[in-house]
Structure formats: C-alpha cells, structure tokens
C-alpha cells in the first residue's frame, strides 16, 4: 500500500513527514466526521432556520345558520392588491445603481470624496427602494382613483421584518376597481390580487347577541416561536362565534416559504392545506327572531326599548327567539369600531352588549304567581273557594292584605275572589294569603325543580342564573332569619328573588307541557362544511329533560284554564295579545325596580303559551320600564306579543302548503 | 537505494498521482459550476467554470513543459527566479502596479485579461532556492551560519507576502522551510528552537490580540486579521468596559465578521453523509454562503453541502493519494535536491489543504488560502500544477540515464 510504504521507510524523517502528513489528514476526515455526520442534524436545522419562515394560514370559518338553513353569519370576499417585493428586485437594482452613478458624478464635480461609505450605500439602497415602491403605487392609486396609501416607515418595516409574505397595499376593492386593476395590473411587476374572506352577517344587527361578533386574534405566547407570521385571524368574543370558536374556526393551515440569504421569497410550499371550520346550525327561526326584534322596536322607547322576548318550543325545550334590544351590527366589529360606535355599544343605560333575555336578572312580580299557583293547588287549594280582598282605607278602589304590621297593596279592586279571577286580576291579597297558608318549602321545592337560580346551560355564556332562596341561601344571607313577610314578597314575585327571560319561558313551557322542564336547546348540530371530511357532524339532543315539576295535571288544567282566560276574558291583563284564530294563555306582570326604598322603574312581563289546546309555542317578553313612563305588562307587554304571534300565525300558514309539519318538526 | 523488480519495465511518470490529480480537477469544474450563483447572467466564456478550465489547460501545458528539462538545469535559474518573485513582491506593493481587487489587500498585478498573483509563484521559487540551498553536503547543514542563511531565505518573501497582507500565504512559507530544512538534515535541535521562537512569538501576538486592552497595541495586526483571530477564538468583539452602544455596534460587527464562518459551517454540516446532490445545495443558491467565495476559498464548503461526507472522504482521499505519492517520489529522488524538492511541494499542497479545509470546519481561522486545484483562481490552479509537474520531473529524472 503506498500510505504504508511510506510510513515504513528507513528514511527516518522522511518516515516523519509522512506520518505528520498522514495525521494532518486523519485530523481533517475526523473534523468532517464530526461536523457532518455527528452536528449534521444540528447544523440541518439551522439551515432551515434560516432559510425557512412558516406562515400560519387562517381556515375559512363555518356559517351559523338557522333552524330552516338560513345563513346568519358567512364570509364574503374581501378583495386586496398585494406587492410581491421580490419581482422588483431588478428595478430595485438597475434604480440603485443609476443613482449611484448620478450621485458619484455629482461628487465628482463638486470635487469632494466620490467614494460613499457603506452606510451611505445602505441608506442609498433603502432609498431607491422606496422610490421603486412609491412610483409604482402611485401609478396604481392613479388608475384606481383611491388615496395614495404607502408610508415610508410603514414599507421599511416590512421590508425588514416580512419580506417573505407580499405587502398588502390596498384592501376592500370595489367591483368597479378590480376591473380597472385587472385591466391594467399587466404591465406592472409584483402587483396581485388577493381575495380574503372577511366575516359577514348578513342580516345585521338580527341575534346579534346570539351571534356574538369577532375580534382580531394576536400570537399567544406559545405559538410565537413556531410561526414567523400569522396571516391576520379573527377569534370568536361573545356568542355562539366563541362558544363553538373552535368547530367554526377549522384548522389553521401551515405553508413554509424559502427565502434567500437577503429575505427575499424563493417559493413556496404548503405543509397542512386549511380545513374549512365546521357549520353551526341554531334552532332560531329567523321570520320569528326578526318578528320578535322588530316587536322590540316598536316598543315604549322605540329601537332603545330595553327589553327581550324568548320564543321556546314547549314540546322540546327549543329556542326559536331569543331576542334582545337594545341591539348592535356585529359587522362592526370587523371593519373597525369608531369612537361614536364604541361609546354607544358602552352606554351605561342603554347596556347593547347585554343579552337581556337570557343575561339580565329581573324580578319575576306577578308572573311568579303561577309557581305559588301550583305549590297552593297541591296543598289543596280548592280553586272554587273564595277569599275576600278588603279595600285599602287610603286607596279605596284597590284591595289590600296585611302580613304582620306590613301592609301590601293589592291592584286588584276589593271584592270576592275565587282562583280564575285571582290570576286573572293577579291579585296579590290572594296568592299571599294562599301562599301562605301553602307554605314557603313547596313554593322553594318548585323553584328548584324549575333550576331558578341556576344557569339554563345555552352555549352563549351569557347566561345568568339569577336568584332563587333556598333553605341554605337563607340561612347564609339572612341568619335562617325567614319571616312570613319574605315569603309574602315571594308569592308576588319580589324580593329575594330574581330570573331571566329565558328561566320564565322554561317555566311556562313546563306549565304548558305537563310539567317537563327542559334544557333549552339553541344549537341543534354542527355539521363539517364538506361532507366528505374526517369530522363527524355532532347533533344535540332535542328535548333534553332537565327536571319534572310533579304537579299534577288537575293543577296545571286549572292554571292554564285560568291564563287561557286572561286573554280572553273581556277583563283580562293579557287581552292586548288577542289574536284571531290563535287560543293564547298568559299570565303579565308588574315588579318594582327598587333602588333603596325608592322606586326606580318596573319591570314588566308577559309570560304566554299557544295554543291552548296543543301548546306549540311559548312566548316572554319582558321591558324595562323608567319610573314615571306609564306601563304594566298588560299595556306594554301584551301589544309586543300581539305582534310577534300574528307573525307566527302568518309564518305556519306559509310554511304549510310546502313543508308540512315543519314547525312542528322544530 | 535498492529497487525490488530491477527487470521490470519503469514507468516514466507516476500515473496515481496523475489520476488523483484529474479526478481533483474534475471535482473542480463541476463544484465550480454548481456555486455559480442561480440566475448568472454572464456570457458562457466568462463564467468562472469555462474560466477554470482554460486554467487547467495552461496549467497542464506548463507542467508538462517543465518535464521536459531536468530539474537540475531548472535548479541552477533558482536564484533567478527566486529574486525574481521577490521583484514581483514588491511592486506588488506599488500601488500603480498591484490592484486591491476591491479587497482589503493588494495582491494583485493585472496582465489586461488576467491578474496574478505573485505569492503564489514565491511559494514555488521559494521551494527551489531552499532545495538548491539545502542540497548541499549533510556537514555543512550543522553550521548555525547555513541554518541562518536558510532562515534568512524564508524570511525575505514572509516578510514581502505579510506587506500585502497575506498573512495566510506568508504563514504557508514556514512549515515549508522547516519541513524542508528537517528532512535535509538540519540538526533537530536548531529546529526545536527556531520553532520554540515563532511559537513564542505566536503566543505573544494571540495574547496581545485577545486580551490586550484596545489602546495598547505593540504588534500592528490589519483590522481583519485581529477579528478574524477573534472570531476563530470565539471572543466577544466588545471589550469589557464597553458602552452599551459600543457592546451593539461591536456586536453587529461581530456578526458580520462571524457570519462566513457560520454560513461554512452550515454548508457543510447540513450536508449529512450524503449530502443533498450535485446542484441541489441551498446554501449556494439562496447566497447564503457569500457568492464571491463560494467558488473559491469555500468551494469546499460547496462540494460538502451537495455530497456530504462520503464526498469530504473522495476529496481527502484524492489529496492523500497526490500527497504520499510526492513522499514515494520524494523517497525515489536519484539525489538530495530532488527529494528536496519534492519535500517541498508536499508541504506546500499538504499545508494549503489542512488550513482551507480546517477553515471549513472551524479548525483553522478564515484567510485566503485556495485550495488546491478545487478553488478557483488562475495563479493557484497554474502553481499546483507546476508543483505537480515538478514531482513528475523529480520522478522522471531519477535515474541517470
């Protein structure tokens, strides 16, 4: 072997040599070994470091739709032009160079150093790149006809920071300038069009609280190291866009871009595609959504009217409306809020952001005598048995009722009083006395079958339980201190006590179902966009039993009969909600809005089902009243109701020559 | 010395050598074609490739003629040829004659189409004058005087090469001389102590350079050279008692001086066992690897990207094979000159490849010393060549015929 020859020779420094020589090389061979066969995971990684940027690519989010597939919440295209920096990198140059040139020449002449430093070259070259950038916009803005939108600062930034992604110049073109830029984008470099889809509710400010909005999402902490860009996205803040932001928002996408040593984009290379999210179907019915918000609207403050209305299938527990007003337009939210826009949404009074229907906490008044209605009934009561209401000595016309030294009112005028009559005129000497003699535990068990006090459990969040006294409530908030006086407060819906639109319409429903209390149900499924998708579509069960009244069906025939009544009954509180063709049972109400011993305004109610003889629908609408603006729940609430149910009325008749049933299918 | 197979037909040239010496310059074109940068837009001719291979043609002619005549008629034009260089060295350094090349040292004479590089061809006239020297009887090597004067030898041109400055080709001459001087004959003990003394000195200049406080500066070293030394030796750029601003700026200095040595070894670290295929390396194409190097001082870095380290090992093997070949010939030389000589240019070619390619791999500090026969470049290409030519000639002529 020639190596081994020449380590064997009896040349002893030649022998040197070629053992110094041989070493050298064994040194090099182990260096690479370890350089490229040891580190070369190491050193692979920092290549791609440096040569790679990942860009995180937002899926197309899911649409909401209604019960009947009616898009509430889709997106539209959005169009932008963007600038791929990287095909100007010849103008960039070729303009470089020439102004070098030019400005040497000029040295020259003036006779000075001719030579620029290499930071004057760089601040030379940053420069002419904006100059390259700016004619070009300026060409673009001309034919467009829009403002000229580039800042140096702004295109600096991006050319240090994100050359790797095209610069957004111009966004939301109208149709009329995509076809002027199309026609003329031929002839100048790195200009393209770009479609984003942008979030869009269709029909404005309808379910808006339902709905939610979005908001623009920043990097969290975690995933900031992984990506280097993060195309914009947008993360559901309030409503059904962020209780199913998840199934909606699909799965982001990952594409890796391949710069060169200067940040310069080579190409590109998508590593996961986007999945579109999934579609959320609501049960809302958007004729009967829209029927309840525009009832809203015509309230005693008109579009400020604060106030909701829940629309519930009593057979299931599904919720057609849920409506609340004040509003807002979601869309909003999108394209930016200004200052006017953000102070209206943060009205202390007014509160649009509130979903009052299932959110706001009021106190139930007198709709809460069909609960002490149910306790009386099954303690014996016999409805035939009259109870007088003595007048009041200072207001003669109305009744009265003292519980202790505590005087109550009593609205309802002095007379005779069996139990049609009582909840008909609602009257408060009535159910105390009643109540009363019933006892305060059957009305608290009631209660607590009907979960007030607890959350009904929608998607949304905002959903307030409210409050409810039970036993152990009491003894932690009053010292076990429970006198006949509280449980008087109780039987007219005051006091301790405090409920959501949405817990009502559960109330009435069990009335009008025989006594199941559901779990209202808003979403009825989630279904993948593409049916051919590895995701399953989730469907959620319909009338979800949550609890059982136990009241028996006499009880529930006589209150019924009783709120059937109401309507119809020529003295009746809910005679305002008469419609023609429609047999509708309600129970209205009057609570005071206390703010120390001062009354402050009422919250008045209407609490209804129909029809009577097969309940399909039940119906609260609740308004807050200021003290001093005339209203109860017979003259404000009841014309509301009126509204939403001749609605209806018109929507079975046209939904039932094409889809017989479908309703009812709901 | 005492041939095994006297009957058999003697080979006229050494023909290992000169197929490790082909399939080099193979190598060579095709890793310099493939670091040409990606949208290269010069005309066919100038393309470095196309450029290298005129090289290699001029460079064989060359080595073939200096077959032709014996080495010892050669010998006798040493100190011709040697004062020669040393003429070119130093108008070299006239800055009408010498260019820059736009570098920081003037290393350079232009011939209108092409520019050489005078230290390259000291290198050779350098080895002549030390064989020619040196090859005098063993007794007279044992006087200080004749090891002073073979010193003396080396530190002419060291010194004109430094001038440039190039401390990398300056540096080349001194393993050369000693290698030279240590197989001559020259007493270890002179040796021990001459390399006692540089490496003395050595230490010194590192010391000075990386721990002396910045005003303080005994031994002037170019602003490259000392960050270069920094860089090798990992040394933050800012000194202790730095401002923040300074700590930045230094920074950022640091990073750019650093980034070559980073970018090599990425180069060749990313390329694996097998590397990523000819043309395919990324480093090269996406300038990471700064383009005006890649195809010469780091064509290695190229060739270890694109064929890994089963291509380092075909490189190192082709180097070994022309390396131990010059030591066969060396042991073959009919005299003290011939082996001298090819003693010489064994060192020369063994150095210059230990230091680009330990450059590579962070072994050895950046400078810019080619790699022979690989990198590109006119006057490399043309001396290792004529240094291989020069071993043929020493293998030729080693019988009397």
């Not at chain 1, 309230?299 to 400020?304: A, D, I, N, Q």
């Not at chain 1, 009593?314 to 057609?320: K, S």
């Given at each position: 072997m020639l190596i081994f020859d020449q380590l064997r020779k009896n040349d002893r420094r030649l022998q040197t040599l070629a053992i110094c020589v041989l070493s050298g090389l064994s040194i090099l061979l182990l260096g690479l070994w370890y350089v490229q066969v040891v580190l070369a995971k190491r050193y692979q990684a920092s290549q791609v470091s440096q040569s790679f940027r990942t860009v995180r690519i937002p899926a197309i989010r899911g649409k909401i739709l209604d019960a009947n597939g009616t898009t509430l919440a889709e997106n539209h295209p959005d169009y932008n032009v963007n600038l791929y920096l990287e095909e100007l990198r010849p103008y960039f140059q070729s303009h470089y160079s020439n102004t070098l040139n030019w400005v040497t020449k000029e040295l020259g002449k003036a006779g000075g150093k001719t030579k620029l430093s290499r930071a004057q070259r760089i601040e030379l070259g940053k420069q002419t790149r904006f100059q390259v950038v700016s004619n070009l916009v300026a060409r673009v803005t001309n034919s467009l006809g829009v403002p000229f939108p580039l800042n140096e600062k702004q295109f600096l930034e991006h050319y240090d920071q994100r050359l790797f992604i095209p610069m957004p110049v111009f966004s939301g073109l109208t149709p009329p300038q995509i076809a002027r830029f199309v026609e003329q984008s031929g002839n100048l470099p790195g200009f393209d069009l770009d479609v984003q889809p942008t979030r869009i509710y269709p029909h404005h400010s309808t379910a808006a609280h339902l709905l939610g909005y979005l908001q623009r999402e920043d990097a969290p902490m975690d995933e900031d190291t992984f990506f280097n860009y993060r195309l914009p996205d947008f993360t559901g803040a309030t409503g059904i866009e962020r209780a199913f932001d998840e199934s909606l928002r699909g799965k982001t996408g990952i594409k890796t871009v391949l710069v060169n040593s200067l940040g310069y984009r080579q190409s590109e290379n998508v590593w996961s595609p986007a999945e579109p999210g999934q579609n959320v179907y609501l049960t809302i019915d958007l004729t009967i959504q829209k029927a309840a918000e525009q009832a809203l609207h015509s309230?005693?403050?008109?579009?400020?009217t604060r106030g909701a209305v829940v629309v519930m299938d009593?057979?299931?527990?599904?919720?057609?409306a849920v409506a609340s007003s004040p509003t807002f337009d979601p869309n909003q939210f999108i394209q930016g809020l200004s200052h006017d826009e953000l102070q209206s949404l943060n009205d202390y009074k007014l509160r649009p952001q509130i979903n009052r229907a299932t959110a706001g906490v009021y106190a139930p008044g007198s709709i809460f005598k069909t609960v002490v209605a149910m306790a009386a009934l099954e303690a014996g009561l016999n409805p035939k048995e009259k109870i007088y209401n003595p007048p009041d000595p200072s207001e003669p016309w109305h009744g009265h009722i003292f519980v202790g030294r505590r005087k109550v009112k009593d609205l309802a005028p002095p007379g005779d009083y069996d139990f049609q009559r009582a909840l008909i005129k609602s009257s408060n000497t009535y159910f105390i006395t009643n109540g009363l003699k019933a006892g305060v535990d059957r009305i608290l068990e009631l209660g607590k079958r009907l979960h007030?006090?607890?959350?009904?459990?929608?998607?949304?969040?905002?959903d307030s339980g409210g409050t409810f006294p039970t036993r152990e409530w009491q003894q932690a908030n009053l010292g076990g201190a429970w006198f006949d006086g509280n449980t008087a407060n109780l039987c007219i819906g005051q006091g301790e006590i405090a409920v959501t639109p949405l817990q009502v319409a559960v109330l009435i429903s069990a009335i009008a179902n025989g006594g199941k209390v559901f779990w209202p149900r808003l979403v009825s499924r989630v279904e993948p966009q593409d049916p051919f998708s590895n995701y399953q579509p989730v469907e959620y069960p319909t009338a979800h039993v949550r609890d059982n009244l136990n009241v028996s069906r006499r009880s529930l025939d006589l209150i019924r009969e009783a709120m059937h009544s109401d309507v119809?009954?020529?003295?009746?509180?809910?005679?305002?909600a008469f419609v023609p063709g429609m047999h509708i049972c309600a129970k209205t109400g009057t609570a005071q809005i206390m703010q120390g011993r001062k009354i402050v305004g009422h919250t008045v109610w209407f609490a209804s089902f129909a029809p009577y003889e097969n309940p399909r629908y039940t119906m609260v609408v609740m308004v807050e009243l200021d003290e001093g603006i005339g209203g109860s729940g017979s003259e404000t609430c009841a014309p509301l109701a009126h509204q939403v149910y001749l609605a209806l009325q018109k929507h079975e008749q046209q939904a039932k020559p094409n889809k017989p049933g479908a309703l009812a299918k709901n | 010395m005492f041939e095994p197979h006297l009957n058999e037909r003697q080979p006229r040239v050494d023909w290992k050598m000169i197929l490790a010496i082909v399939g080099l310059m193979i190598i060579g074109v095709a890793f310099i074609y493939s670091a040409k940068p990606p949208f290269e837009t010069a005309t066919w001719y100038k393309q470095y490739y196309v450029r290298q291979i005129i090289w290699y043609a001029i460079g064989l002619a060359a080595a073939i003629s200096i077959c032709v005549i014996d080495y010892h008629s050669l010998a006798r034009w040493a100190i011709i040829a040697y004062w020669a260089t040393l003429v070119l060295l130093i108008a070299v350094l006239i800055p009408g004659i010498g260019t820059t090349h736009g570098w920081g040292a003037r290393r350079w004479i232009d011939f209108g189409p092409f520019q050489c590089q005078p230290a390259e061809f000291a290198k050779l006239s350098f080895i002549f004058i030390q064989a020619h020297f040196l090859s005098r009887p063993t007794e007279e090597l044992r006087q200080p005087m004749v090891f002073v004067k073979a010193i003396g030898l080396t530190v002419l041109p060291f010194l004109l090469i430094l001038k440039e400055p190039d401390l990398g080709s300056a540096l080349v001459l001194l393993p050369v001389g000693m290698a030279m001087c240590y197989v001559a004959g020259v007493p270890t003990r002179f040796l021990l102590r001459l390399v006692g003394g540089v490496g003395i000195f050595v230490a010194l200049l590192l010391v000075d350079v990386l721990f002396a406080p910045p005003g303080w500066q005994p031994v002037k070293l170019e602003g490259y050279q000392r960050d270069r030394l920094l860089v090798y030796f990992g040394r933050d750029f800012a000194s202790a008692n730095a401002s923040p601003d300074q700590r930045h700026r230094a920074r950022q200095k640091q990073e750019e001086r650093t980034y070559q040595v980073k970018q090599a070894l990425i180069s060749v670290g990313s390329g694996g066992i097998k590397g990523k295929g000819w043309r395919q390396g990324q480093q090269t194409a996406l300038r990471f690897l700064p383009p005006d190097t890649a195809h010469n001082d780091f064509i290695f870095s190229v060739i270890a990207e694109e064929k890994g380290f089963l291509g380092s090992v075909v490189v190192i093997s082709l180097y070994t094979l022309v390396l131990f070949t010059g030591i066969r010939i060396a042991g073959q030389a009919r005299d003290r000159l011939g082996k001298l000589l090819a003693v010489g240019i064994v060192a020369l070619l063994f150095s210059h490849v230990f230091i680009n390619i330990g450059m590579n791999i962070r072994l050895m500090p950046v400078t810019g010393i080619p790699l022979p026969l690989l990198s590109y470049g006119g006057s490399s290409v043309l001396c290792s060549l004529i240094a291989a030519g020069i071993l043929q000639n020493v293998y030729l002529y080693r019988r009397n015929y």
């Open positions: 309230g005693p403050e008109g579009t400020h009593p057979t299931n527990g599904d919720l057609l007030f006090g607890e959350r009904t459990g929608i998607p949304t969040r905002q119809h009954d020529a003295d009746g509180t809910g005679r305002r | -």
